[in-house]
């Protein structure tokens, strides 16, 4: 066994990747993403001893997040940025650790491992080897620490877009820290940390709806809007991601530079927002879901910018290193890295600019539009027109269709279920997982698009909204007692921060597929489909069925 990783839905067997991962991952990548979490756990620890004596450090939260952003599944590659991460983290780690001791003088304790660690950075790989998800023998206790971690990292996500436009929350960060240092505790039992991995739910939902007010109030609520697919004569840049902050401060830098800026994958909800609509340069959608990179970005000629996850590996022979870009969390071997901002400054965009007008126009991949924008607050100024449809049998079913894309065959279940449903169904969908059915022809009921988009997977909290309005105008005291159902699709941490939502909110019988998470272990995973009826798709015509019986 040369590394053992279990994040993602891709993972090994659905076991763990044991010799490199399916997603690319190197071993020695892997060692140090593990040692970054063990560092990360270290700095939580004295944070919330400090906490405890009334010191709360804000920043260090954002430390915290970023670090484990960098950690998620596909983000970042590059090793140097890695070591970079937990050198910083543990020299962060030791300042506070000195902070406490001279607080609490004489009442000082020996520490745990996590905090009187040292090493250096020529050996940062071989520490990390010892300190992986392994390192907790415990089968049933090592899956429920893990999944609370990977919702964390979900949280941390979404936190961190939410801090760079400025708004923040000190319950959701303390949480992060406290949550992180829980996995470190020896005393909590099972039953302890079940209840944990409920309340990191619970933070998931504060966090999206965090996230949901910073992108609303900063560039207005997202509008249903008809994005064109096809390419201009100009130059282009194409944005991939999630980060918003991003994409506004390239559309302002780029603006009159004779380069059109298209949006990729989950940048796609960026065309929906009433901010982003007055650039006459911000031309419209290019390619499809994540892991269709690879040709979508071949294709497009000019370069790319990486704002997030998820980054696919470059093959050996490809064509658009030279034009490839990354900022914030992300990190690739010999891509152009941008910088983080300088306070009140903007992040330099310049060198994209400058490349993109070297480079030929894109070429185009298809004609035709998407049409979506639905936030919650657009869904329910129609709920009178939604709430008589169902009641005059017009709809007989909502699905949330939310979620990950991913390059498993098995998931064509999702176009398949989506192309056979009844004609009175409507699809509640956000993140990638939408590219499986968004450009089918599947129409309207008196209206209402049979497909309504969200936006991004952190925008499943309007779905969970509208949902929870729908009841109260049913007059229903169980949102379970709704016609929806969930057939949701996941990859990565974000889609587990979700799913710990959902949970916390009360949402039962939630289908998942291709595969329900590895990491979950039989006891664990018993305990959530008995409490739950979380279920595994099966194969769409048998879903379906059961959707409507």
């Known amino acids: 066994m040369s590394m053992f990783c279990y994040q993602c839905q891709e993972t090994s067997r659905n076991i763990g990747c044991t010799m490199r991962g399916v997603c690319g991952k190197s071993p020695e990548l892997c060692h140090l993403l593990d040692l970054s979490i063990h560092a990360m756990k270290g700095l939580a620890y004295v944070s919330v001893q400090l906490l405890k004596k009334g010191v709360y450090y804000p920043e260090d939260a954002l430390v915290m997040m970023g670090g484990l952003f960098r950690t998620i599944t596909n983000a970042n590659w590059d090793e140097a940025q890695i070591i970079e991460t937990i050198t910083n983290v543990l020299a962060l780690r030791d300042k506070r650790k000195a902070e406490l001791c001279n607080i609490m003088g004489e009442e000082c304790k020996t520490c745990p491992e996590v905090v009187t660690f040292t090493v250096k950075p020529e050996d940062y790989e071989e520490f990390g080897k010892q300190v992986g998800v392994l390192a907790t023998e415990n089968e049933d206790i090592r899956s429920l620490r893990e999944t609370i971690i990977y919702g964390i990292k979900g949280i941390s996500a979404y936190g961190e877009h939410a801090w760079m436009l400025g708004f923040t929350s000190d319950e959701v960060n303390k949480f992060v820290m406290e949550g992180i240092a829980a996995t470190i505790d020896e005393s909590l039992s099972a039953e302890q940390l079940t209840g944990l991995v409920i309340k990191t739910g619970e933070y998931a939902v504060k966090v999206m709806e965090l996230l949901d007010r910073a992108n609303t109030e900063t560039y207005g609520v997202p509008e249903p809007t008809v994005v064109q697919l096809g390419v201009s004569k100009n130059p282009g840049i194409l944005v991939s991601g999630h980060d918003l902050k991003d994409f506004e401060e390239l559309l302002q830098q780029s603006e009159g530079q004779g380069v059109d800026i298209y949006t990729h994958s989950e940048m796609l909800p960026a065309n929906y927002y009433p901010a982003f609509k007055k650039f006459k340069h911000f031309h419209g959608n290019y390619g499809s879901s994540w892991w269709h990179q690879l040709e979508d970005f071949e294709n497009f000629n000019g370069p790319i910018l990486m704002t997030t996850n998820c980054i696919v590996p470059l093959r050996k022979e490809n064509t658009y290193l030279d034009r490839f870009f990354t900022t914030g969390m992300t990190g690739y071997p010999g891509a152009i890295h941008i910088p983080e901002r300088q306070p009140g400054k903007q992040k330099d965009f310049s060198a994209i600019i400058a490349k993109a007008k070297t480079c030929q126009p894109p070429k185009e991949l298809e004609n035709g539009t998407i049409t979506g924008g639905f936030n919650y607050r657009t869904v329910l100024s129609i709920a009178d027109k939604v709430v008589e449809a ?106 587990v921060a979700v799913l710990l939502a959902l949970l916390y909110l009360g949402f039962k019988n939630i289908q998942i597929g291709p595969t329900l998470p590895g990491f979950l272990s039989p006891n664990v995973a018993k305990v959530i489909v008995d409490a739950f009826g979380l279920k595994q798709t099966t194969d769409a015509d048998s879903d379906i069925a059961a959707m409507f019986a």
């Open 390 to 495: 169902v009641k005059s049998g017009a709809i007989k079913r909502f699905v949330v269709m939310a979620g990950c894309d991913g390059r498993m065959p098995s998931r064509k279940y999702f176009t398949e279920v989506a192309e056979k449903l009844p004609k009175d169904a409507v699809i509640l969908t956000a993140g990638c997982a939408k590219y499986r059915y968004i450009k089918l022809p599947l129409g309207d009921i008196g209206g209402i698009p049979r497909v309504l988009d969200a936006g991004q997977c952190n925008d499943s909290y309007s779905l969970a909204v509208i949902a929870l309005k729908l009841k109260e105008a049913f007059g229903l005291e169980d949102v379970n007692k709704l016609p929806l159902s969930f057939d949701i699709a996941w990859y990565e941490q974000k889609a």
